[in-house]
C-alpha cells in the first residue's frame, strides 16, 4: 500500500530532494505512484520531476513488485496533484507549513485517522496471517517526521534522515522550533498524538496511525506490517505507540517492523537505529528494525550510482520490498542488475 500525500514544507529552500524545485514536488507523489503501477517503459500521465541526483526509488519498488507478482495499491491521503492511475482517493488536502503550528485541520486529522483505522481493521479481519508493506511518498516528509517525534517529546536532533547527502538538520530544527511554539502560542496541547498531528503532521501520518491502530486492534488476526521506510515510519510508529496501552504496544512491537535501505542505516548524519531505540525507551517497548543488503556501486547508470553518493536513499517502499526480495531467495547483485536495465528503460525510452 503506497500513500501518498503532500506539506507545503516541502516548499521551503533547500528543505528536500524529491524535485529539483518546489514547483516540481507537487507533481513527485503522482509520477512515483505512476511508475510503480506503470512501470519504466509506459508513458505515465505525469512526468517524473528533474531531481539534482539519482532516480526515483518507485523504480526499485516497481523491479521488486513485478518480479515477485505482489499487488499494490495506491491511496492519495492529500496530495497536491493526483495520480493518472487507479487509486483510492481519501478527500484529504496538502498539509500547511509545520512552521505554521497548524498544518491541518482538526476534523481533517479525525477524518484520515477514522479512515486509516476502518481500512486496517478490514484488511486484518480478511488477511488474518497476512503481511501489509505500507510504503509512502511525501516530500518534505522527513521533516514532518522529525517535528511530530518532538511534539511528543522526542529528543531526535541530528538522528532523522534525508534525501540529500547531508540532512538539513539546522534548517529542520528551525521550522520545527517555530512551528512547536506557534502551536504553543495558539493553546495546542502537544502531549496529544491527535493534536500534534494538527499543528505538526502531514496527512499520511494522521491515515497511517488510524491504519496501524486497526490492524493492531482486530480481533483474532496475527496480521503483520512492514514499515518500509526510515524516519517517516519511525514517527508514524511513535505516534500509535504513544496512543495505545502496554499490551497493545507490545502486539505493535512483536507484529510491526521498521525496514529500509541500506543507505538510510549506514548514512553518516543521521542514526536510525538509535532514533527507535529512543522511540522504544520511551514507551517499553524494542521496535524491530532491519533493512536491506542493496547497493548500485557496480550499476551502468549514473542515477543509480547516484544513491552510493549520498541522494535519494529511500521512498516509495523501497527498503521493505528489496528486503522481501531477498527474503525471497534472491541476492542484492539480482536487484541491482532489473534496477540498472529498468534505470535504462525509463532514461533513453
Known amino acids: 500500500m503506497l500513500v501518498l ?21 507537487q507533481f513527485t507523489a503522482a509520477a512515483d505512484a505512476e511508475l510503480l ?9 505525469h512526468g517524473l520531476p528533474p531531481l539534482m541526483a539519482g532516480v526515483s ?3 526499485i519498488s516497481w523491479c521488486v513488485l513485478e518480479h515477485l507478482g505482489l499487488p499494490a495499491l495506491v491511496v492519495d491521503a492529500g496530495c497536491a496533484v493526483a495520480p493518472g492511475i487507479p487509486h483510492i482517493r481519501l478527500g484529504g488536502s496538502p498539509a500547511r507549513c509545520l512552521s505554521s503550528g497548524r498544518a491541518m485541520e482538526d476534523a481533517a486529522v479525525l477524518q484520515l485517522h477514522r479512515q486509516g483505522q476502518r481500512l486496517g481493521y478490514r484488511w486484518a479481519q480478511c488477511h488474518p496471517q497476512g503481511l501489509l508493506v505500507l510504503a509512502e511518498c511525501v516530500p518534505g516528509g522527513t ?23 547531508k540532512p538539513p538538520h539546522q534548517l529542520r530544527a528551525g521550522l520545527v522550533q517555530r512551528g512547536i511554539a506557534a502551536a504553543i502560542a495558539r493553546g495546542c496541547e502537544l502531549g496529544q498524538p491527535l493534536a500534534i498531528l494538527a499543528a ?9 496511525l488510524g491504519l496501524l ?30 496512543r495505545a496501552a502496554l499490551p497493545l504496544r507490545q502486539v505493535m512491537a512483536q507484529r510491526f517492523a521498521v525496514v529500509t535501505t541500506a543507505w538510510v542505516m549506514q548514512e553518516a548524519c543521521s542514526e536510525l537505529a538509535e532514533l527507535l531505540i529512543r522511540v522504544g525507551a520511551s514507551y517499553g517497548v524494542e521496535p524491530l528494525l532491519a533493512h536491506s543488503n ?11 550510482r547516484d544513491y552510493e ?21 534472491f541476492s542484492p547483485q539480482a536487484l541491482a542488475a532489473a534496477c540498472d536495465q529498468a534505470c535504462a528503460e525509463l532514461l533513453y525510452r
Open 5 to 25: 500525500a503532500a506539506t507545503a514544507t516541502a516548499e521551503v529552500p533547500g528543505i528536500s530532494a524529491a524535485g529539483a524545485t518546489p514547483a516540481s514536488r
Open 37 to 45: 503501477l506503470m512501470g519504466p517503459a509506459a508513458k505515465c500521465p
Open 57 to 59: 526509488p518507485a523504480l
Open 143 to 165: 521533516s514532518t517526521a522529525e517535528a511530530v517525534l518532538s511534539g511528543l517529546g522526542l529528543d531526535v536532533a541530528g538522528l532523522v534522515s534525508g534525501s540529500m547527502p
Open 200 to 208: 505538526l503532521g502531514d496527512p499520511f501520518q494522521a491515515f497511517s
Open 213 to 242: 491502530e486497526g490492524i493492531a486492534q482486530a480481533p483474532g488476526s496475527e496480521a503483520q506490517l512492514l514499515l518500509a521506510g526510515g524516519s517517516q515510519m519511525a514517527a508514524v510508529l511513535a505516534l500509535a505507540l504513544a
Open 294 to 304: 542493496l547497493h548500485f556501486d557496480n550499476c551502468k547508470q549514473q542515477a543509480l
Open 309 to 329: 553518493l549520498g541522494f535519494v536513499k529511500e521512498g516509495v517502499g523501497a527498503g521493505g520490498l528489496s528486503w522481501l526480495w531477498e527474503l525471497a531467495g
